[in-house]
């Protein structure tokens, strides 16, 4: 038996003297030096007690060693639960006791706040620096000699969904899941050894862990390793990367700094962007300054990647492309799930290798949101276009009924993107004595110009049917976004909850 994700993405690294991972301003780690690093990892793993199948949490900065140890966790033939450095104890507390992780890698700085944490959950404490400090390399007993078998059934790490309302809910993904989306991004997107990927995403979210890292170790290419996203690292890397992968504010941040030029991106083969809607604006405005089209793609925790505009053909503005080889999208009714035509909006479903098992514990969720026939609810509404491109319209619980009537928010926001005065605009429903839900717009000013709601309601008059236009309009400095720039709009809907109602009712 063999351990799949570990002989693919890792054992090929044996011995080779290539460089794999570059650190501006610090030396570069060699394809068999990070081997090594990962079986040093599950050496120490196993040597602490992890058995196969044991959930390990990490709750580290991004780093070198921190990725050694996620591959490693996988050599050991545990479940790795990536954490966001951001969350705090009591939510740690929250993961620990949900995942019954038997270990807790945290940040050294974090140690004493977390012991206490950790003990109560029955979990070990260990700690990993981003500068290779802590206890767990003292914990290194002997580098494993080889990886644990596993099936290509079995998981190899649970995500917590980055859900805003709710408990977070674990997603169980398999090798299985992780590779065949490897494998499928590779060759979608045209990865071979030659490419150097700009690595500027966090590695607790699918983007950064598995779209970013996994599709780079799988093709035999390199990455440059920045810890986040700062506009001059990336610029000063951009003239040795041949692709970058990033989030829409990625983008905006580029074209909003005038050293992002044609000649500054010469060595770039592909820009790619997910994890949020990419403005066409956005889209246009980078592709007149760099003449790179930035390729759109859709992706969640539970599903990896689905769709993906093509590398050859026809990048679309606005949608996400077909589905990606071996993917299924299917759009049904949201109340019966029947199936709908092309070009109806409805519930966007998928089906493939890349689709989770389900979630952690959570029998009830997983049968409401996975059906038998194995075609997954995303929870996200859209529709395919005659050319076969899925369009998202928006997040089912974004959804607007107001009057009776459906509003999606993305059919007015995009409405609302193209006046002058508006950066960005985020459309939410809010409690209304009369139509239930009112539609309410939170609009980003453009630099330098105050929009006027007259104006804008004007500009919406005749081209959008009256129920779905803005009973009200906020002004904002900025949108409330998390980690992967999605804009968190449970947020503006509590903010802005009694713009049409006393307080006293709701
Ligand atoms: P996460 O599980 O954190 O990756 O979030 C997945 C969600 O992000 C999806 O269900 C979509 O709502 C959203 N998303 C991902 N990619 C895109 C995209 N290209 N355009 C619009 N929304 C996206």
Known sequence: MTNPLHDALIAPLAGQDRVLIHRPGRSAVTAAQ?????????????????????????QVEKSTDALALIFGAVAAGAVFVPLNPAYTADEVAYFLGDSGARLLVADPVRSDELAPVAAAAGARLETLG???????????????????????????????????????????????????NAETLAQAWRFGPGDVLLHALPIFHTHGLFVATNTVLISGGSMIVLPRFDVGAVLDALPR???????????????????????????MRLFTSGSAPLLAETHDAFAARTGHMILERYGMTETNMSTSNPYDGARRAGTVGPPLPGVEVAITDPDTGAPLPDGATGMIEVRGRNVFAGYWKMPDKTAAELRESGFFITGDLGLVDADGYLHIVGRAKDLIISGGFNVYPREVEALLDEAEAVAESAVIGVPHPDFGEAVLAVIVP???????????????????????????????????????????????????AHSFTSGETA
């Open 130 to 180: 981003a500068d290779g400090q802590g206890t767990l390399p003292r914990a290194a007993a002997a580098p494993a000699t080889d990886a644990v078998p596993r099936a290509s059934g079995d998981l190899a790490a649970l995500l917590y969904t980055s859900g805003t309302t709710g408990r977070s809910k674990g997603a169980m993904l398999t090798h299985d899941n992780l590779l065949s």
């Open 446 to 496: 453009a630099p330098g110009t105050t929009p006027d709601p007259a104006a804008l309601a004007g500009l919406l008059a005749g081209r959008i049917a009256r129920y779905k236009a803005p009973k009200g309009f906020e002004i904002v400095d900025a949108l409330p976004r998390n980690a992967m720039g999605k804009v968190q709009k449970a947020a503006l809907r509590a903010r802005y």
């Open 34 to 58: 990070f081997h090594q690093c990962v079986l040093a990892s599950a050496g120490a793993l196993r040597g602490l007690g992890v058995q196969p199948g044991d959930r390990v949490a990490i």
């Open 241 to 267: 990367a041949t692709v970058m992968m990033g989030v829409p504010t990625f983008y905006t941040r580029l074209l909003a700094d005038a050293r992002l030029t044609r000649d500054a991106v010469a060595h």
